[in-house]
């Protein structure tokens, strides 16, 4: 299924039916009184968050989801049904904005989350619901309010514990397969990545992280060359970014320092929030690297790139250093994660009552002579 993180749609909920003005006319009731009922209600558009999707191409090809009107009023007291209400599913995580101010609607971050987008408009009074006392003949009734209209943006930027950043080629999709189970494509050529792929690597029992790779980024991103900075939002909502680098690169006028320098600068001027999330340097490809080589090797990397972070040394191919990269990555997103204590109903302290003023009966009340 093809990847769509971007979507404009209309929304228009229902109008409400209107109001009727109608009298009772039977045999031998000359005078039988009001009995037009109210109009219906217009439907609601919803939005609901599904844990299911991980794509707006539905709305790609839908752009206009309109909500039924409510029906009109009739005699014989009867009022009009309301309608149908429409519910449009979403993936968590995406953001509902309007188009025309950019004003933020909702985040749409909790599966099963519900929300109501356009409010449908309420149904008429018919002359029933004018009756009174003095007026037993009204001849009122009113129409059907109408309901809202909105021209919406939705962006989706996936929710993820762990990106993975770094070149084209770098290794990023061969390392969230070697710890996951997801199976990007895997090729010998630049941009094999067209889409995020997302990943749910498995530590231990009831111990999972999900980790977001994206396509490669090169210089000059931020100006718009390549494709990876059409998805760094989706980094944004990650806790910790993984920068891959490719330490052996087949081409020897290639410098790997140049290359990390290249990414970290486009990374500041993309978001200078982003850039400043945690950030580990991956040194990736080591089994191309001899082993009495491997040392001197990423000592001098580190050494001129100047980093001063976690820096872990891998092979996603053999599959080399992941375990304890994957263990180290665990222990940062549990440490990131807000634990909420539940309070233990057993050792709660009773409620203490609110002290009681001592009676003072009246000096003449008879009672207490």
Known sequence: ?????????????????????????????????????????????FVVADRNLNTLIDFRYA?????????????????GAAADDVTLRVPVGTIIRDFETGALIVEMLVPGEK??????????????????????????????????????????????????LGQPNAGKSTLITAIS???????????????????VVRVGPSQSFVVADIPGLIEGAAEGAGLGHQFLRHLQRTRLLLHIVDIAPFD???????????????????????????????????DVVPEDERAARVKDFVKRLRWKGPVFEISALTREGCEHLVQAIWKHVE??????????VRFEDEPTKPPQPEFQPAADDPRFR
Not at 30 to 40: L, R, V
Not at 188 to 195: A, G, W
Request: glycine share 14%; hydrophobic share 30%; net charge positive.
């Open 181 to 199: 189970n997801a199976r990007p494509k895997i090729a010998d050529y630049p941009f094999t990545t067209l889409h995020p792929n997302l990943g």
């Open 115 to 164: 929300f109501m987008l356009c409010k449908g408009g309420d149904g008429g009074f018919g002359n029933l619901h004018f009756k009174t006392s003095t007026n037993r003949a009204p001849r009122q009734k009113t129409p059907g309010w109408p309901g809202e209209q909105k021209k919406l943006k939705l962006e989706l930027r996936v929710l993820a514990d762990v990106g993975l």
């Open 335 to 344: 440490s990131e994660q807000v634990h909420v204590a539940e309070p233990d």
């Open 252 to 286: 020897d006028a290639v410098d790997p320092v140049a290359q990390a320098k290249a990414i970290l600068l486009e990374l500041k001027k993309y978001d200078k929030a982003l850039f400043d999330k945690p950030r580990w340097l991956v040194l990736n490809k080591l």
């Open 1 to 45: 299924m093809k990847f769509v993180d971007e979507a404009t749609i209309d929304v228009t909920a229902g109008n409400g039916g209107n109001g009727c003005a109608s009298f009772r006319r039977e045999k031998f009731i000359p005078f039988g009184g009001p009995n037009g009922g109210d109009g219906g209600r217009g439907g609601h558009v």
């Open 63 to 79: 752009r206009r989801h309109e909500a039924k009107s409510g029906e009109h009023g009739r005699g014989s007291d009867q009022y």
